[in-house]
């Protein structure tokens, strides 16, 4: 039953994945190379881009060599503090989201503040990250709250 809620999930999502395979495959002409990881499809060494990872759909797009490397969390980077978190933990959170939210993801994602540490997406991923639950923005528990 899982894989068929995920396999909906996929479809609801797959606007974004779509969009996500095209940066990919430009980016694979440009040496990136593909994996899956993560419940995504993950496209490694992308040469363009700020630095970091993006997902769209199931698709994560990453400019690092592994979605292993540790990255501070978007509230560490914020107020300072020493809070990491493996990237593709958060970038996973990320398509779970897109899985439920599907085309309504990208709009509600820059309602709710765009790439910032007050966004509730962002906060959820870290979430999810750090302790391996919450990965869905509501309601807003405690950054945290362990299992």
Request: aromatic share 12%; with cysteine.
């Amino acid at each position: 039953m899982l894989g068929v809620v995920q396999g909906i999930g996929a479809v609801w999502a797959s606007p974004y994945t779509l969009a996500g395979l095209v940066a990919g495959t430009a980016a694979l002409a440009l040496g990136a190379r593909a994996t899956f990881s993560d419940g995504a499809l993950v496209f490694h060494h992308v040469p363009f881009g700020p630095g970091g990872a993006l997902t769209l759909g199931n698709v994560i797009l990453h400019t690092g060599k592994s979605l292993d490397e540790i990255a501070p969390t978007y509230a560490c980077r914020a107020h300072g503090g020493n809070d990491c978190v493996r990237i593709g933990d958060h970038e996973r959170a990320h398509v779970y989201q897109y899985m439920v939210l599907g085309p309504l993801f990208v709009p509600l994602y820059f309602a709710f503040g765009g790439v910032s540490e007050a966004n509730r997406f962002e906060q959820a991923a870290d979430r999810y990250a750090m302790t391996g639950r919450g990965w869905w923005p509501w309601p807003k528990p405690p950054l945290s709250a362990k299992p």
